[in-house]
């Protein structure tokens, strides 16, 4: 039996789900000769580590206990009595996973899973400077990042086939916001722009201030990993993205009670009328990113209704990817790009997709 | 830089794109700290091998002259005059084969990749009996075949990391001929059969004999695959397949001109009712693969228009996949299915994808 140790940063949703998935999937990777060790969980406030990592995990109880605590509001520390764990601050905790690598490197390898929703647990280093990427992907084997675009899809493990077999990839236009997605085949329809954003919060498919969706930079952030995959050298600053709400009606302009009832509405006329000019050449608008050549832009494009972008309804992702082995007609992913259970899914898939990496 | 030694069966179409694409992506493999040396190479006739495999690879040369002359159907063994080459007949090939893993295995190691097209070069152990898949599949991390469906599509990969991410599939439905898929398409349109089988011969769709695409073997084959995945104890003989000619019309009751001539148009009837009957029903036709629960057939289907199946036009695969995940909307993955370009490139990824297996 094959162990792999794992500290799991963040306790938010998917990381309580990756942990319920960590416990049903026993006896199927036991069947498949692997078994999850977990040595350490972080929040954004502290980390709970093992006594002795080399022998002792984290029990499927105490992991129970975890979710249930962190779901009812409490800290990870008010866990650490029975002397089987320790608490680091997260000031400790950087130097604190590096000591345990270093214990674990001969026995069974240590996998640090990144669930964090917020770049307080640690940086975002994928969309951050070219030196912090530059370093993560200095191992490229060692770093999976599935969940990052399209949470479980299998968006970057085709695309890194692609590039592995010597494919060469000119063309990805994707719709990576589930959110952007509704939206935009919403108004297709001729429905206001003002209400669909706000039906789309009230089904929870937006951010508590849609603006983070609407402004585009969550797609940013995803087009850049893609472009940064196909060995662009660029950085988030340097992706043209549009926002669909202007500068005036920003955060530091009005809440988002004010955006809601007195700014959005001023934003449905512009939005009419692109969806009507575009309908007049039989094409839709989608928001996508775009990456050909070095050219890597984020915003409302026309496209052909008969193509499976133009033809997405509801919140799924959809990439199509041109090369010179699909060039005629692309290859599609596509199926629901968020959620706590397929985002934790890619991530856990990540894990046993490594597993040739640990000796043990 | 890691080494992994490799023995190619089958100079076909398939196998000599392979050898370019190996050569082609030297530096982009020396980049990544791969190195790939061929040390064999095998028709249905004989096996080529190095005489010395530890220290002597195929040269970029050799392996040219490999694909030259095998386009010009001259046989491997005229190649074997330098003294760096030793030939086997294909009744000692597994023998030798053995021998060289077993020289190999504590420095390269080897991988065997079967591009061969008949079952003459090997026999096709994925789709034989449950015998000969458990031993395949007795050691998962050491086989991969992508391109046994879909070709270079990740259709293979995308379910391998659904199962083990405990995804539970509950239904796969897969248009996984491109050669039916056109067909299944054309007729929709009102076109005769008969006039859109003939037409996919001329456009080269279809095998020298269309009957073997219209029986349906190929996807069963395909389905049986897919099924086997999904942990199903079933042989080929347990799919339900539906051929599209009946039995008084095959290659033991008539040629394939006497098909063409005279048998195919008598189809036409039947097919055209059967679309106008699902097009009453707002759908349309499709042959397809359905794998639920214990269920596996393969054959013609009714299914919506407006779905990822039914929109599909032209010779591309699609596959949808119904899962806990993607429970409501599918997940997705469509393109090209066919070529020796994507067959080559996903065999080629998959030695890419297990570079983690060696150790040298």
């Given amino acids: 039996m094959k162990s792999i140790s794992l500290i799991l940063l963040g306790c938010g949703g998917v990381g309580r789900q990756l942990i319920h998935n960590i416990i049903s999937c026993r006896p199927l990777h036991a069947k498949q000769g692997v078994r999850l060790r977990v040595v350490g969980v972080a929040d954004s406030e502290s980390l709970l580590v093992s006594s002795d990592v080399l022998t002792m995990e984290f029990d499927d109880h105490l992991l129970s206990e975890i979710c249930r605590i962190k779901l009812n509001g409490s800290s990870l520390p008010t866990l650490a009595t029975s002397g089987s764990c320790q608490v680091f601050s997260s000031s400790e905790s950087t130097k604190k996973i590096v000591d345990i690598a270093g214990h674990l490197v001969r026995s069974t390898g240590l996998a640090v899973l990144d669930c964090s929703a917020s770049s307080d647990t640690i940086e975002r280093p994928l969309t951050s400077s070219m030196e912090d990427y530059d370093k993560l992907v200095s191992h490229p084997r060692r770093l999976r990042h599935e969940s990052t675009v399209g949470a479980g899809l299998p968006v970057i493990v085709s ?195 490594i597993q040739d990496l640990f000796s043990s």
């Fill in 159 to 353: 695309i890194n086939r692609l590039l592995s077999s010597g494919d060469s990839i000119c063309l990805i236009v994707g719709s990576l916001s589930g959110t952007l997605g509704y939206v935009m085949s919403e108004v297709e329809d001729g429905k206001p722009f003002s209400q669909v954003v706000k039906t789309a919060k009230i089904l929870g498919y937006t951010e508590p201030d849609p603006r983070d969706d609407l402004g585009g930079m969550d797609v940013a952030r995803k087009a850049l990993i893609l472009a940064r995959l196909l060995g662009h050298r660029i950085n988030l600053e340097s992706i043209k993205v549009e926002s669909l709400y202007p500068k005036e009606m920003g955060p530091k302009a009005m809440s988002v009670e004010e955006f809601l009832a007195n700014g959005l509405s001023l934003l449905d006329d512009n939005i009419e009328q692109r969806v009507r000019k575009a309908a007049s050449n039989g094409n839709v608008l989608r928001y996508v990113c775009v990456i050909e050549g070095s050219r890597c832009e984020v915003g409302i494009q026309e496209l052909p209704k008969n193509s499976p972008l133009g033809r997405l309804s509801g919140s799924d992702n959809v990439l199509e990817i041109y090369s010179r082995c699909y060039k005629e007609q692309p290859l599609v992913i596509q199926g629901a790009g968020a959620g706590n259970d397929t985002t934790a899914a890619g991530v856990l898939a990540d894990v046993l997709d």
